[in-house]
């Protein structure tokens, strides 16, 4: 057999080869986009799965990278102003390459390009596209690029971004393929678990409107409802910080009735200007006003949170009678936190409508509580001096005409010391009248009530409570000036016996005469030290010298020490 016959009858041989590889790849290409398409079920399936939209996101960015051999993967979400990333999650990098790069970005350069043209991009060479420009110092270096954008019910969420795929290897149109499949499942995952997220937040607005309202049948007192509103925004929000202002008298100004989170000591009973204030500007508007960076926002420079360093913030008015705010929830989040986004404020709308309607019950609750208080007062006030003063000077009386006829001069005495303590009494009971009468809106100004309160204050001090009398028109003929110093003295007096007297009685007496106010305090102490220091005491002279008054001290017969403070009253 010659050469060409050897030669022509290997050709079938050789075809069949190379058919035989041929198919071979092709069984190979099919085995591969089998695994590749259950890679991609299973991706998909995994992503539907998770309920929680962080670990959604989370699950979504690494079944990118995997189904692409990509070495980086990035999730930008696109933020309320539809122009910057509000967040961004990454797959390839350790935390320490993270902080090393700083800051995450904010959707310039390459990845805004997506933002502003959301459509698939490849690219073989990253660095050659005109929107990209240099990394940040310690980024890692980058070739490949593959970006596909991700829709939630036909509106942009984000980006998914990814780099370098593995082996020097670019993008083909079946990575991109595949990625875009991927983001349609997403952007249904990502729906469903803000539909998830949105009944479970609405669940919790509603349980803690529930809960105020309970509070309310309860007998909650304002303050408490007011805690309980700070408490449950701030949970419900993840808020760093709830304040609740109230609009001062005069307008102008708002006063923070309650604070939580952060410098509460700092923050609690702060004046605000309602100018160039978060909380203002929503009391003034009478609508929800929010911020992205409440700590640098040009319009809020008259805000003293700022100093706090916070981030995203939203102000809600709680309550509109007559045109008037009752009051103003803020809430504020870290910097680099999510904004609060109108889904979000929506239930709190809600829930502060909620509040307002607790507050304002609260309120008319305590001035039914107080018109009952005052009325009971009234009829107490009535009934002592009616009865009990008509009694007792009556009896005094009575005592007197008969100790003419007692001629036992022991006796005699007994009767008449008698007459004089019932005259005292008379005179207790006549101070009480006048302070059962006082109204609110001179009960906490008035100088009877200032002296109550400072008695009542040093209780705990002295352990005991002392005796207290007051006589005269103290809450009128008395100036403020004066009532300042005489509190003032009051309170000093009373610290003095109970860190230096050691005394187990304390006796107050406070009258106006007419033409002076006269405050006497006088205990069972061990007296005044001949050596002891006098600074606390020349300070209450000072006071007294001042007003033309005077200051007086002396040791009873019994023991202890009387301290008789005096000033004019004046024309």
């Not at 319009?299 to 706090?308: F, I, N, Q, V």
């Not at 040093?458 to 003929?477: I, K, N, V």
Request: aromatic share 4%.
């Amino acid at each position: 057999m010659g050469g060409d016959d050897v030669a022509r009858s290997r050709i079938p041989q050789l075809r069949l080869d190379e058919l035989l590889e041929e198919l071979q790849a092709r069984i190979d290409a099919a085995r591969g986009t089998r695994d590749r398409v259950h890679s991609l079920l299973e991706a998909v399936l995994s992503v539907g799965r998770e309920l929680d939209l962080t670990q959604a996101l989370r699950r979504i960015v690494e079944a990118a990278a995997v189904l692409v051999d990509a070495r980086y993967a990035a999730l930008g979400v696109i933020g309320p102003d539809g122009e910057s990333l509000s967040e961004f999650l990454t797959v390839g990098m350790s935390q320490e390459e993270i902080a090393a790069i700083g800051p995450y970005p904010k959707g310039k350069g390459l990845l805004g390009e997506l933002i502003s043209h959301p459509e698939a991009l490849r690219l073989e060479d990253l660095s050659q596209h005109r929107a990209s420009y240099g990394f940040p110092a310690n980024h890692p270096p980058m070739r490949t690029f593959l970006g596909v954008p991700v829709r939630v019910r036909e509106e942009v969420f984000g980006n998914l971004y990814l780099t370098d795929k593995r082996g020097g290897e670019e993008f083909d149109a079946d990575d991109e393929s595949v990625i875009a499949t991927l983001a349609v499942a997403a952007g249904v995952a990502i729906d469903n678990a803000r539909l998830y997220e949105e009944a479970q937040r609405q669940q919790r607005w509603l349980s803690a409107s529930a809960e105020i309202t309970r509070s309310l049948l309860s007998g909650s007192s304002r303050v408490r409802v007011v805690e309980l509103i700070a408490q449950r925004a701030r949970e419900i929000t993840g808020a760093a910080l709830a304040d609740v202002v109230v609009p001062e008298a005069g307008g102008g100004t708002l006063k923070v009735e309650f604070a939580l989170g952060g410098d509460t000591g700092r923050r609690t009973g702060l004046v605000v200007a309602s100018e160039g204030t978060l909380s203002g500007a929503a009391c003034t508007g009478g609508a929800s006003v929010t911020t992205s960076d409440l700590a640098t926002d040009a319009r809020l420079a008259g805000d003293p949170r700022r100093a706090e360093g916070l981030g995203p913030a939203v102000a809600v008015p709680l309550g509109r009678r007559e045109g008037h705010i009752d009051a103003v929830l803020l809430l504020a989040r870290r910097p680099g936190e999510a904004l609060f986004s109108e889904r979000e404020i929506e239930p709190l709308l809600g829930f502060a409508d909620q509040a307002a309607l607790g507050l304002e019950l609260a309120s008319r609750r305590r001035d039914a509580e107080q018109l009952a208080m005052l009325e009971d007062r009234d009829r107490i006030a009535r009934d002592l001096h009616d009865l009990a003063i008509q009694r007792l000077f009556a009896t005094g009386m009575t005592l007197q005409s008969a100790a003419r006829f007692i001629e036992h001069p022991g006796a005699s005495d007994r009767v008449l010391r008698a007459v004089g303590d019932l005259d005292e009494t008379i005179k207790i009971i006549r101070s009480t009248i006048f302070g059962l009468q006082a109204r609110d809106d001179t009960a906490g100004s008035g100088l009877r009530a200032r002296a109550v309160k400072a008695v009542e204050t040093a209780q705990a001090a002295l352990g005991f409570a002392p005796r207290l009398s007051m006589e005269g028109l103290l809450d009128t003929d008395v100036p403020t000036a004066v009532a300042d110093h005489v509190v003032a003295v009051l309170g000093e007096a009373l610290s003095n016996a109970a860190r230096h007297a050691g005394a187990g009685r304390v006796e107050v007496v406070l009258q106006a005469t007419g033409t002076q106010v006269v405050l006497t305090v006088q205990d069972d102490g061990v007296g005044i030290p001949a050596q002891g220091r006098r600074s606390g005491l020349r300070n209450l002279a000072e006071r007294a010298e001042g007003l033309g008054g005077a200051l007086e001290l002396s040791s009873p017969p019994g023991g202890g020490a009387r301290l008789v403070w005096s000033a004019p009253l004046g024309d």
